[in-house]
């Protein structure tokens, strides 16, 4: 066998390796990869505007003496 004889054959043997691990691991990148959903946000919940606490400092009565 001639050295270009058994490059052939080992040229044959790679490629068909790495047409096996193509078919294996299927495409690369988008295509042929389901789209990914939008990630939809949900709006913040409209609530009624509460009252403001009181503040300040609390008074309260002391009895004389």
């Known amino acids: 066998m001639s050295s270009e004889?058994?490059?052939?054959?080992?040229?044959?043997?790679?490629?068909?390796?790495?047409?096996?691990?193509?078919?294996?691991?299927g495409p690369i990148g988008q295509y042929g990869k389901p789209a990914r959903p939008a990630k939809v946000e949900p709006a913040p919940a409209a609530t009624a505007p509460t009252a403001p606490a009181p503040r300040g400092p609390v008074i309260r009565e002391v009895p004389n003496q």
């Open 5 to 25: 004889s058994v490059g052939g054959i080992f040229g044959a043997i790679v490629a068909a390796v790495v047409l096996a691990v193509a078919v294996v691991f």
